[in-house]
């Protein structure tokens, strides 16, 4: 029934040579196809929804790989390939008092270890498991503008371990460290230094130097900023950006993990020859966790990494699928239109006007399949910001996954298409 | 019939190789896919105690300094070391507990063996009952110890496995911060996920190998680890003290009934009043008492990355359907002639109909299959991927039958409107075309 329909709608048009041949003879076949499609309304409708399904997921999968992405490609401005972290613990209770000197003993211990560039002990780290924060305000007893920073409590060596760069001001002197367990155990714990980040810098003195300003930590007793130092980040970067992103250093040694900072190369063995030292010292003690921090990243970022590569592979699949779909129904129509085409190149129409006739009528299907696709990706987005609290879809993802499923469409329909522009007009009319 | 339409079908789909291995593969993609998901979606937003869920409440206060405070917001988190030691001594519920965690050395008067870094719970009494705890040997702590400040301590059947080489040790000694601790109990392997009592330790943490008496663990000073909130200026002591502004401690009760419920919350209320009005709590009486579920919801334990992971495998499994749909479609219009022929042989529409939806249940039940290894596979790849729920990512028997299900459900769906449509034909439009 359908084919002797669509024969009427193969009816041969004059045969021409180029491109624009091929344009005209294409805008000339549309209204053929439009008729042969209304005929076929539920498998072309079909490949419409599927098409505009995968438009809409796809769409936004790859706005949610960027975000992953940009996430792995977040700096810590740390020299990550260069830094170790040891944790130390002990099955032994060891009396505050004494924390301060064991955990200078031990710096002075790893600082003698061949190849150790510089050595520091620190409360949090970032991709570490801790971290610490402390609201800071403007005025006395947290008066005026008030923010919750990232806390760091650092000697004089924290800033060449980690390989922060001061962009103001100057690092803290040995002198200036102070005992955690002295200044903790103060009603009013009093700070006279302080290194912040630039963004906690910039919200404070807007427009102005912070350097020589005085910001309040705990209560009432302020804190002279000495030093500002480009990148400090929160240890959980992902919070950094929620949060605010601000950070300081505080001059006080007290608990925490051991860095050590040594050229890449030499960092497993320095592992094991830092761990050996530092168990020596009493056997009570076992260095419970050692690690690069390149490890440490890796780890981190499992997980957004994990999840990228899923929805790379849900796309690739999709597309598959959809790819499978075109083949599957334009081969039908092909084996359908069998005696149509065979009528059409027996009345001269060239193997190229049969092929563009197929390839025309899937750029149709596509097209409609992408639009409603895009406004389907709108709407997704919307109800991912909502419930997901994902950033809205850049434009720029609109174009892509359209350009990406037209090409699908082409390839894909071109193995039914060439088959049938290679159909024999004798043997097709026979057949 | 049934068996005609099945030979029928295994007949077509040999026909038709390329075309039919298309459709299962895309079918048991998507179903391996959805299955993947939904098992661990299943698995984590699971009742961790499901036949005491609903009569367990974490209790939440809000002690909270009036600095930086908005209406309408959640309490503090955890409670602070007074309030939870008053609700204690009041035992307004049936059942009751403060807790907290770290992590600690445990050792054996041994020198040769090293000691052990443990997960530990400190807690009062009433834990191990209100929790269904499962013993090996011996059993938990009475109220007396947690006065007392017991030098006592219950283990977990891996640390007694690692200490004591599975023996009962009930009666031997441990050593934790230099101190002897006498073990009165040992657990038999304890599982429930989430780790719903304390979520500040990782959600899907597994229970701890020591609990020992809250009272014992502050004058050991164990320390800490987990969520710890502190406010207002300092007194210059640590959080651990009575006085101390600092949250962290879970506070956990068992209550019987809704009424029982209710009068519970009333009594935080007053008690929050009371704290206001004797100057110690400065934000207005603002309580919390969930159970478990509404607790773990509110804390959205599921973690998001989950949830988006089930919604992207059931589109994909969409498609895999529309995409199915189309090639039946196709599939079926090409056999039209043979349906002409049947039809015109005597075959009705209804016979039809049913040989064309038993075809697509065949391939259904096939994609089904082959779904269920790629569940199987992506579940191994679930497991060994680095979220720290990864090793929980196992199919039951709930997950396969639901498998089977889907996959039938989603190929006769599919198979519906091509059965429809093969019923339709005419068959001297057919025959005459022939």
């Given amino acids: 029934m359908s084919s002797s329909l669509a024969s009427q709608a193969l009816g041969s048009a004059p045969s021409r040579s180029g491109l624009l041949a091929t344009l005209h003879v294409g805008l000339l076949d549309l209204r053929p196809i439009l008729s042969t499609l209304r005929r076929h309304r539920i498998a072309a409708g079909l490949i419409v929804l599927e098409v505009a399904l995968t438009c809409t997921i796809v769409t936004n999968a790859l706005h949610m790989i960027q975000t992953r992405v940009d996430f792995l490609n977040a700096s810590s401005g740390l020299a990550e390939p260069e830094i170790v972290m040891l944790e130390v613990r002990g099955s032994k209770a060891v009396p505050p008092e004494r924390a301060a000197g064991i955990a200078s003993a031990d710096l002075a211990l790893l600082r003698a270890l061949p190849g150790v560039k510089a050595a520091t002990k ?88 912070a350097l020589g300003r005085t910001i309040y930590v705990f209560g009432s007793s302020p804190a002279t900023v000495v030093g500002i130092v480009e990148t400090l980040t929160h240890p959980y970067l992902h919070r950094a950006q929620s949060e605010g992103g601000y950070a300081m250093m505080l001059p006080v040694r007290g608990g925490g993990v051991y860095l050590v900072r040594t050229d890449p190369a030499q960092r497993e063995a320095l592992i094991k020859v830092a761990t050996a030292a530092l168990e020596a010292v009493d056997a009570t003690r076992v260095v419970t966790r050692a690690r690069t921090l390149t490890e440490m990243r890796d780890a981190f970022y499992a997980q957004d990494r994990a999840m990228a590569w899923l929805m790379a592979g849900v796309c690739v699949a999709l597309l598959l699928v959809t790819a499978m779909g075109i083949v599957g129904l334009a081969s039908f129509w ?14 001269g129409a060239t193997q190229g006007q049969i092929l563009s006739y197929f390839q025309i009528e899937n750029l149709l299907l596509t ?65 | 019939m049934l068996l005609h339409y099945l030979e029928l079908a295994a007949r077509s789909a040999r026909a038709s190789k390329g075309l039919s291995t298309l459709m299962v593969l895309a079918l ?50 955890d409670l602070t070391r007074f309030d939870s030691t008053a609700l204690l001594r009041d035992k307004k519920a049936k059942r009751q507990a403060m807790m907290s965690g770290g992590n600690v050395a445990v050792g054996i008067a041994d020198a040769h063996v090293k000691p052990i870094f443990s997960s530990m719970r400190y807690t009062s009494a009433d834990f191990f009952a209100m929790f269904d705890a499962p013993w090996q040997h011996g059993g938990g702590w009475s109220a007396a110890d947690d006065e007392g400040e017991a030098r006592v ?38 599982k429930f996920q989430p780790h719903f009592y304390d979520l500040t330790m990782g959600g899907f943490a597994e229970a701890e190998d020591l609990f020992l008496p ?138 039809i109909f049913a040989q064309f939806v038993v075809e697509a249940g065949l391939l259904g039940l096939v994609g089904a299959l082959l779904g269920l290894v790629f569940a199987h596979g992506g579940l191994w790849l679930v497991r060994h991927s680095p979220s720290e729920y990864a090793r929980l990512a196992e199919l039951d028997a709930a997950m396969l039958a639901l498998t089977l299900g889907l996959a039938l459900l989603a190929s006769l769906f599919a198979g519906l409107l091509p059965a429809w449509r093969a019923a339709l034909v005419t068959p001297a439009v057919q025959l005459k075309v022939q």
């Fill in chain 1, 122 to 209: 620190a409360n949090q780290l970032v991709y570490y498991d801790n971290s610490s924060n402390s609201n800071v305000s403007q005025q006395p007893d947290d008066q005026g503008l008030r923010v919750t920073v990232s806390q760091y409590l650092a000697d004089e060596q924290m800033l060449p371990t980690l390989g922060l760069k001061l962009i103001e001001g100057r690092n803290f002197t040995a002198n200036e460290i102070l005992d955690s367990n002295k200044v903790f155990s103060e009603p009013d714990p009093h700070i006279g230094q302080i290194i912040i980040n630039k963004t906690l810098a910039d919200k404070f003195f807007p427009g102005s130097s």
């Fill in chain 1, 334 to 347: 092909v084996q359908q239109r069998t005696r149509m085409i065979g009528t059409r190149r027996a009345l």
């Fill in chain 1, 367 to 431: 097209t409609t399949g992408i639009a409603i696709g895009l406004a389907g990706a709108m709407g997704l987005s919307h109800l991912l910001m909502q419930s997901y609290e994902l950033p809205r879809l850049p434009w720029v993802y609109l174009p892509i996954s359209a350009v990406a499923l037209w090409l699908l469409g082409q390839v894909a329909v071109w193995v039914p298409a060439r088959r049938a522009a290679r159909l024999a007009p004798v043997a097709a009319l026979r057949g």
């Fill in chain 2, 28 to 77: 048991a993609l998507g179903i391996g896919a959805c299955m993947t998901t939904l098992t661990v979606y299943h698995v984590l937003s699971g009742d961790p105690i499901p036949n005491k869920s609903s009569r367990l409440f974490n209790v939440q206060l809000d002690a909270g300094s009036k600095v930086g405070y908005k209406a309408g917001e959640e309490p503090t988190f």
């Fill in chain 2, 153 to 190: 301590a219950v283990i977990s059947s891996a640390l007694n496995e690692k200490l004591f080489g599975g023996v009962d040790s009930v009666g031997r000694e441990i050593i934790v911060r230099g101190q002897p601790l006498r073990i009165i109990g040992v657990l038999k392997p304890w």
């Fill in chain 2, 214 to 351: 809250f009272s014992t663990a502050m004058v050991l000073k164990v320390g800490h680890s987990g969520n710890m909130d502190c406010w207002g200026k300092g007194d210059g002591g640590t959080p651990f003290d009575m006085n101390a502004k600092c949250s962290f401690i879970q506070y956990w009760v068992e209550l019987d009934t809704p009424e029982e419920a209710a009068a519970f919350r009333d009594y935080l209320v007053r008690y929050s009043d009371a704290q206001r009005a004797a100057g110690r709590f400065e934000r207005p009486s603002n309580v919390r008492l969930r159970n478990v579920m509404e607790w773990l919801d509110s804390q959205k334990v599921l973690p998001a990355d989950v949830r988006l992971q089930t919604w992207l495998a059931f589109g994909f499994l969409l498609v895999c359907v529309v995409n199915m749909v189309g090639l039946l479609l196709a599939k079926t219009l090409r056999r039209a002639g043979e349906i002409g022929v049947r039809r015109a042989l005597g075959a009705t529409r209804g016979a």
